[in-house]
């Protein structure tokens, strides 16, 4: 009979083990929530439990319970079920492989329910514990066999806590060879200072550990590849590793808070919580995971091209762009300086990227990417924006850990900005010294709030090479004098422009280039000259008109006056002749007008004229004598002895143009002045009204000055009276 009765009772216990709650994950933690609810020292205890779907359901109700060894108080606290039984399914727990490869098929169950602490003690702990754990998770020797334990610690010596709050979920469904960034990040209302720490996972107590099988330990629990062993950032809670091994296993974590005691000056662990995770690592990815980091094709405004590439409108000055996945990427795996992508420009310019900004979720993951820009979108055409491996050393990753293919491209179209509308109009020589180049822009065109400067770039190799030789930030000007080129430069060749502007920190298209007018003639024979000259592109239709220029008599040298020589022509040589020249200094040039029924600046007319440089030459002049050396007195001895009794200044009779001599005595006043001296009438040491001036010392200003030599003189000076 007692035989009977034990096989009865091993045939009872076998459908309850094999009807187990198969625990497979979870966390616990509480929220003070006394100030709230009015009821004081009250906490709220949320109970999160992942379950295998095979094994029996968990019901409405759990217990936790709430003891202090310190404080000698146990109690039983009913937690009750908050939301329906779901599947993990909905947390995207099958996003990275089949759910037919899934060793487990985890079902959740969240519970909340209500404590009062009214004692303060250092050591409480809200604990749950059950059996048992399914069969076949690798990491755990027997695991069917093993119970589930795990606790939140509150010390309220300090005053009410609340403990670090999981936020993302505690499974992991992930494949072989991916790269994890498997973020546990908690949050924490009171201000409180968070460390992160793996623990051993535990089977039915506080110090009891599950028996982790060989190769398995809390600190290793998966097998990792090289390139990615298993760590944990105590700081910010982030596991990363690389699995390569097909396997199940569990992660314990736990989250301690620190608070600095001001009395004692010294760091004090409030609280913590505990998690355990489920990860079971899958040999194959679904197939959209192993294509890395995707672009969403049905993305809003999102369509391909011919070739196959994502192609989307954006409106002009736009200074982000966001970018659409078809399955989240991992935060960790985004460079926040921007450079896990470039964006260039219609006209192949690099466009700085400020800042790559996610929009992560619990799980540290995003669907959306905003990439920001430092200046906006701001000419028509099409922007390419494709990945690259960023500073942080890889492109971006999947959840899953796959990444992005470097240069993975989308193509933004702007279509509606303002094209500027700008023409170098033209290139003159002035008065054959240097090259004068104008420019000039349609303002509808141009937006003066991005505008930044403009360029003009110079040839001195016939267009081989260009550089920039002159930039500006008016954004109203709209010629420029290039003085680096001299005289005597722009006698031996023509030089080549072109303008651009930018705008928005960028290049806009050019304008065309337009080269100055270079004239060379054959000076043997200056009664019949042949001269020569480059053609002029600024404008269509272009006529030449050779000009003649004669120095006149008592001009500065380099002063013409100028007449057409002949009629307009479009060739480009001629012969110049001017049989019986008289001597003089003559030049010549060639000029070129707009055409009238083209558009005309009438706001700088110097703007519709191109002129050449000059061919200057000379038929000999009498030369023209000397000016004598002035020599003036410093006494006078007016008493008729012959010996100096007039100021006499010896040279003055050179200066043909001006003589002006002034007289003044010690105290400024003017006693004698003549603005045509002659020596043969000089001053003979009396005042205007001819009364003989006391002895003494005078002051004596003499300018003078000579056209024909150009020259120009004025002396100070004493002469004594004696």
Not at 434 to 443: A, L
Not at 445 to 472: A, I, K
Not at 644 to 655: A, K, L
Request: aromatic letters at 10%; a negative charge.
């Amino acid at each position: 009979m007692r035989i009977f009765r034990l096989l009865f009772a091993l045939l009872m216990l076998a459908p309850l083990a094999s009807e187990a709650s198969h625990i497979i994950g979870g966390d616990i933690q509480y929220k003070y929530v006394g100030d709230s609810s009015g009821v004081p020292n009250q906490y709220r205890i949320k109970l999160v439990i992942y379950r295998e779907a095979t094994g029996i359901t968990l019901g409405t109700t759990q217990t936790v319970t709430v003891a202090s060894a310190s404080c000698g108080t146990t109690q039983n606290i009913t937690v009750n079920l908050a939301v329906p039984e779901f599947s993990a399914a909905l947390y995207g727990a099958y996003d990275c492989i089949p759910q037919s490869s899934a060793v487990f098929s985890p079902m959740v169950n969240i519970y909340t329910g209500f404590v009062i602490l009214s004692q303060q003690c250092p050591d409480y702990k809200m604990s749950w514990t059950q059996c048992c754990r399914p069969g076949g998770i690798t990491g755990i020797t027997g695991s069917a066999g093993v119970g589930f334990y795990f606790e939140a610690e509150l010390n309220n010596t300090l005053g009410n806590n609340s403990s670090p709050a999981f936020l993302s979920r505690p499974i992991s469904y992930i494949c072989i060879g991916g790269f994890i960034n498997y973020l546990q990040n908690a949050t924490e209302p009171n201000g409180d200072s968070l460390q992160y720490e793996l623990i051993p996972a535990r089977d039915n107590g506080p110090n009891a550990s599950v028996p982790y099988a060989a190769g398995f330990s809390f600190t290793q629990p998966i097998h990792t590849a090289p390139i990615g062993p298993f760590t944990l950032n105590q700081k910010t809670g982030n596991i990363s590793f690389v699995a390569n091994t097909a396997e199940t296993s569990v992660i314990a974590i736990r989250v301690n808070e620190y608070r600095f005691d001001s009395t004692f000056f010294v760091w004090v662990k409030v609280g913590s919580s505990n998690r355990e995770i489920q990860v079971s690592v899958a040999s194959n990815c679904n197939p959209a995971v192993n294509a890395g980091v995707r672009l969403d094709p049905t993305a809003p405004g999102v369509s391909l091209d011919a070739q196959g590439r994502q192609t989307k409108d954006y409106n002009c000055l736009d200074s982000s762009v966001t970018l659409k996945f078809t399955l989240a990427v991992q935060c960790q795996s985004v460079s926040p300086d921007g450079s896990d992508f470039r964006l260039t420009n219609p006209n192949g310019q690099p466009i700085p990227i400020k800042a790559l900004v996610p929009n992560c979720d619990v799980n540290g993951e995003s669907m959306t990417l905003e990439v920001k820009l430092f200046k906006p979108l701001s000419m028509n055409g099409l922007y390419y924006l494709y990945s690259k491996v960023g500073n942080d050393g890889n492109t971006l990753l999947n959840k899953c850990g796959k990444d992005m293919a470097e240069f993975d491209t989308i193509i933004l179209i702007v279509n509606d900005c303002v094209d500027l509308a700008m023409d170098l109009t033209n290139v003159t020589i002035d008065q054959d010294e240097h090259p004068h180049v104008y420019w000039d822009v349609d303002t509808t065109t141009l937006p003066r709030y991005l505008f930044n400067m403009w360029r003009v770039h110079r040839s001195d190799d016939s267009g081989s090479t260009y550089q920039v030789v002159y930039t500006t930030t008016d954004t109203n000007l709209r010629d420029w004098v290039d003085i680096n080129v001299d005289a005597n430069r722009v006698d031996v060749q023509h030089y080549r422009y072109f303008a651009d502007a930018i705008v928005n920190g960028f290049t806009q298209p050019s304008t065309d280039t337009v080269k100055s007018i270079l004239l060379r003639g054959d000076m043997s024979n200056t009664q019949s000259i042949p001269v020569g000259w480059t053609s002029y592109n600024a404008w269509d239709s272009v006529v030449y008109q050779v000009q003649f220029g004669r120095n006149v008599p008592g001009t500065p040298p380099g002063t013409y006056l100028w007449a057409d020589y002949g009629t307009p022509t479009m060739d480009s040589s001629m012969v110049v002749s001017n049989p019986g020249l008289a001597p003089g200094q003559y030049a010549i040039r060639v000029r070129s007008v707009r055409d009238t029924n083209q558009v005309t600046y009438t706001a700088n007319p110097m703007q519709d004229t191109a002129y050449s440089n000059w061919i200057e030459f000379g038929e000999p002049v009498p030369p023209i004598p000397p000016i004598d050396t002035v020599i003036v007195p410093n006494v006078m001895t007016p008493n008729g002895d012959g010996q100096n009794d007039v100021f006499n200044v010896r040279g003055i009779m050179s200066y043909t143009t001006l003589r002006t001599v002034t007289i003044m005595n010690r105290y400024g006043k003017v006693v004698y002045r003549n603005e045509d001296y002659d020596n043969a009438q000089p001053w003979t040491g009396t005042d205007m009204s001819g009364s003989k001036l006391a002895e003494g010392v005078y002051f004596y200003v003499i300018k003078l000055a000579d056209t024909p030599n150009n020259a120009r003189l004025e002396l100070n000076g004493t002469v004594t009276i004696l």
